[in-house]
Nanobody, 124 residues
Framework: QVQLVESGGGLVQAGGSLRLSCAAF????????MGWFRHAPGKYREFVAA??????KYADSVKGRFTISRDNAKNTVYLQMNSLKPEDTAVYYC???????????????????WGQGTQVTVSS
């Protein structure tokens, strides 16, 4: 079983930065691909970024602005968000792939474990 707890959301002005953290309570964290998704009102849940042993993957809308990283010693994955825009406003969710040793993927159906979400609001 995997438990995920996000933190770091908040209110920021356009152009600002935030760093989200996701603490994973799992025995073999390093074996799992991790992802960030977001859900804005009136929209579908959207892939943001993923990281695994094979590398990283980003949505086109965040490339060059967001960076995903992980610290396996701390069982934590991060999402550094720079140059934030009002359209980045959403609830951000951390997710763990349901299968160990999977690659970084944007397929939501491959993620079997989800955090409770953290609100990010970007004002114009």
């Amino acid at each position: 079983q995997v438990q995920l707890v996000e933190s770091g959301g908040g209110l920021v002005q356009a152009g600002g930065s935030l760093r989200l953290s996701c603490a994973a309570f799992v025995r073999t964290f390093s074996n799992y691909a991790m992802g960030w998704f977001r859900h804005a009102p009136g929209k579908y849940r959207e892939f943001v970024a993923a990281i695994s042993w094979s590398g990283t993957k980003y949505a086109d809308s965040v490339k060059g602005r967001f960076t995903i990283s992980r610290d396996n010693a701390k069982n934590t994955v991060y999402l550094q968000m720079n140059s934030l825009k009002p359209e980045d406003t959403a609830v951000y969710y951390c997710a763990a792939n349901r299968y160990a040793y999977s690659g970084a993927t944007d397929r939501v159906d491959e993620y079997g474990y989800w955090g409770q979400g953290t609100q990010v609001t970007v004002s114009s």
